[in-house]
T-cell receptor, first 114, second 113 residues
């Protein structure tokens, strides 16, 4: 049981390049999330998926797209990376009964955009 | 719009001291409140979850309380140890929004031997 797995762990991009961060969970969780963490800003929600087939914007969705490929996988895409997207990205999931369950996080993906 | 604030931003205490971390939120319509620990360069680990109908939760030396009416939660750490040094974050799960969580900025705790 691996929990929440994110790839890659580290990535360096040039401005304008595109990339996809992958996230997979093996806990049969319904809801999945993408956060970014910046110094002094805490964690900010980019997008979330309450269930398979649905996605919704969070606090800071601009410049990102997501795909809930199936129940296990939730990917985050940067179409044209900008230096402001340099951050640590975390994927997380919960079983899907929000009132009763704990968020499980991946280990994070550190992205640098030059 | 829900806003979550944690005070203080940083705290340094000697080993053995009891301490309290504070978390406040602006909208009382929440499903639950969670406290997390984050070690440098690592992901977040859940410590405690308090349902909106509960007043407190305990785990070992940790006790978290919730007062929805005043929009406040506290995390009490008893007999602090150097291994407790980390950043502590609180987050509220928003009612009827698919499990969306809003985080505070965190309190960076340092426990000196």
């Amino acid at each position: 049981n691996a929990g929440v797995t994110q790839t890659p762990k580290f990535q360096v991009l040039k401005t304008g390049q595109s990339m996809t961060l992958q996230c997979a969970q093996d806990m049969n969780h319904n809801s999945m999330y993408w956060y970014r963490q910046d110094p002094g800003m805490g964690l900010r929600l980019i997008y979330y998926s309450a269930s398979e087939g649905t996605t919704d914007k969070g606090e800071v969705p601009n410049g990102y797209n997501v795909s809930r490929l199936n129940k296990r996988e939730f990917s985050l895409r940067l179409e044209s990376a900008a230096p402001s997207q340099t951050s640590v990205y975390f994927c997380a999931s919960i079983p899907g009964r929000p009132g009763a369950n704990v968020l499980t996080f991946g280990a994070g993906s550190r992205l640098t955009v030059l | 719009k829900q806003e979550v604030t944690q005070i203080p931003a940083a705290l340094s205490v000697p080993e053995g001291e009891n301490l309290v971390l504070n978390c406040s939120f602006t909208d009382s319509a929440i499903y639950n409140l969670q406290w997390f620990r984050q070690d440098p360069g690592k992901g977040l680990t859940s410590l405690l979850l308090i349902q909106s109908s509960q007043r407190e939760q305990t785990s070992g030396r940790l006790n978290a309380s919730l007062d929805k009416s005043s929009g406040r939660s506290t995390l009490y750490i008893a007999a602090s140890q150097p291994g407790d040094s980390a950043t502590y974050l609180c987050a509220v799960m928003i009612y009827n929004q698919g499990g969306k969580l809003i985080f505070g900025q965190g309190t960076e705790l340092s426990v000196k031997p």
